[in-house]
């Protein structure tokens, strides 16, 4: 791991602000493991906020419900571009703005370990850090026990203070989603992760920390390095377990889980609110208007330029952080639930050189791979020598190319890699 630059302080002290809805709405129905919500409305149909739109399939583990964020009507169902490159299908709403909302269910209190499971199903909630991995398949935990919940507060990526301003702001809803959650695992041990650049947040923390009923809820403070939020790089640092390759962290007992998520699960059990938002950080220094914003999944990159007047001249538009974030350049890719922060940065030139083998990227990554083996061999198109080099560990942090003083393509040619070995696998069988 590594330290790398913050930029935290243009957005940090900023309270987060609702941002006016957009005129059209991409709901994108995410895969996961080849699992894809199924789509209940058609076009022409008329929708309500929060209205169920596409469902989980029957007898389908690995995907998650999609919902209206507001009320109007369905515009268009077909593929989208998206921010990976990858076209999914996505249901258009055609905001009418009047707002008209489905029944939601009375807020509720009681329930059992099945009943919040099924109310996070059902309120589509996902990993918010930004995998989107269906967080009610993370807490089916088949008997296994559980002795570690980590919250993950990390957000290490440079910009981002969307979780941060939840911590700070909504810290009560937090504290009790950690609860209702961890009536599921029943973990001993209950860690709220935060780096060490963000510590004031303990005074936030302190009266909620003394009462009785958060008792078990600690806070460990990580050093500021890049990328401590990663899910193994965060239990290694919280429990000291180095997780094995090819093992998820309940498989040794351990479960985290990103703050946004552990606030959604909060209004999707107690207030049956299904996700149709999540805050983000808007930033950059192409950006004369930085903060922390409430946004509605589906808000198209394309209304977030329009609303504050920029144009895309000389600017880099990345979807999440600038490590890992994605440059996008097709205005109608959409906020997704997984979507940290919309960037506006400076168009960068590269000059880029041969690798002078200095090592660096080696010291700094965080899985302990060979980042320039990985260029060589997809540059010379020995694509099965990637997986040699265990190309499928790799998490695409970006700290080997962030440190690589020759500008080596090394993210470009990892990504691209791993698609080319997955053609390659499936052409085979
Ligand atoms: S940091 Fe860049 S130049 Fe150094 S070994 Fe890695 S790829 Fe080569
Ligand atoms: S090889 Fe992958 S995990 Fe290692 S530093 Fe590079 S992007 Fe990160």
């Known amino acids: 791991m590594m330290h790398i630059f913050s930029m935290k302080g243009k957005t940090k002290e900023m309270l987060i602000q609702p941002l006016a809805d957009a005129p059209f709405l991409y709901m994108p129905l995410l895969k996961y493991a080849g699992s894809v919500p199924a789509p209940i409305v058609k076009i022409g149909d008329i929708v309500k906020k929060y209205q169920l739109i596409a469902q989980i399939p029957e007898g389908v583990n690995w995907a998650s419900n999609v919902h209206s964020p507001v009320s109007g009507m369905v515009h268009d169902i077909k593929e989208y571009p998206q921010a990976d490159?990858?076209?999914?299908?996505?249901?258009?709403?055609?905001?009418?703005?009047?707002?008209?909302?489905?029944?939601?269910?009375?807020?509720?209190?009681?329930?059992?370990?099945?009943?919040?499971?099924?109310?996070i199903e059902k309120g589509g909630v996902v990993g918010e850090g930004g995998a989107q991995f269906p967080t009610a398949s993370k807490y089916r935990l088949e008997g296994r026990q559980i002795n570690t919940f980590i919250i993950n507060g990390a957000e290490c990526e440079p910009y981002l203070t969307a979780d941060y301003a939840i911590m700070a702001e909504r810290t009560e809803k937090l504290f009790q989603g950690i609860n209702i959650l961890n009536s599921i695992l029943q973990a001993q041990d209950v860690v709220i992760a935060i780096e060490e650049q963000n510590k004031e947040l303990q005074k936030i923390f302190a009266p909620f920390l003394r009462k009785k009923e958060f008792e078990k809820i600690r806070v460990f403070i990580l050093s500021n390095e890049y990328p401590q939020g990663g899910e193994l790089q965060l239990i290694k640092s919280v429990t000291g377990i180095e997780m094995p390759?090819?093992?998820?962290?309940?498989?040794?007992?351990?479960?985290?889980?990103?703050?946004?998520?552990?606030?959604?699960?909060?209004?999707?059990?107690?207030?049956?609110?299904?996700?149709?938002?999540?805050?983000?950080?808007?930033?950059g220094e192409e950006s004369e208007y930085c903060?922390?914003?409430?946004?509605?999944?589906?808000?198209?990159?394309?209304?977030?330029?329009?609303?504050?007047?920029?144009?895309?001249?000389?600017?880099?538009?990345?979807?999440?952080?600038?490590?890992?974030?994605?440059?996008?350049?097709?205005?109608?890719?959409?906020?997704t639930k997984g979507s940290g922060g919309v960037l506006f940065l400076k168009k960068e030139k590269f000059k880029r050189s041969n690798c002078i083998s200095c090592g660096y990227c080696v010291d700094v990554c965080p899985m302990h791979l060979m980042p320039m083996k990985f260029e060589e061999y997809f540059r010379r198109g020995k694509y099965f020598n990637l997986e040699k080099y265990s190309i499928s560990s790799c998490i695409e942090c970006a700290a080997c190319e962030y440190i690589c003083p020759s500008n080596v393509p090394?993210?470009?040619?990892?990504?691209?890699?791993?698609?080319?070995?997955?053609?390659?696998?499936?052409a085979i069988q």
């Open 291 to 335: 903060g922390n914003f409430e946004i509605k999944v589906g808000t198209p990159i394309g209304h977030i330029l329009n609303l504050f007047g920029l144009t895309t001249n000389n600017k880099t538009i990345v979807l999440g952080g600038p490590m890992m974030g994605k440059a996008v350049t097709d205005w109608s890719i959409p906020i």
């Open 410 to 426: 090394l993210i470009e040619s990892i990504k691209e890699g791993k698609i080319k070995l997955k053609q390659l696998a499936d």
């Open 245 to 283: 390759r090819n093992q998820r962290p309940r498989d040794v007992g351990v479960i985290v889980n990103n703050v946004g998520t552990i606030y959604a699960a909060y209004e999707a059990v107690v207030n049956s609110k299904p996700v149709i938002s999540r805050i983000i950080t808007i930033s």
């Open 85 to 119: 490159g990858q076209p999914l299908l996505t249901i258009v709403i055609k905001n009418d703005f009047k707002e008209t909302e489905t029944v939601l269910q009375e807020e509720r209190q009681g329930y059992t370990s099945e009943d919040i499971i099924d109310l």
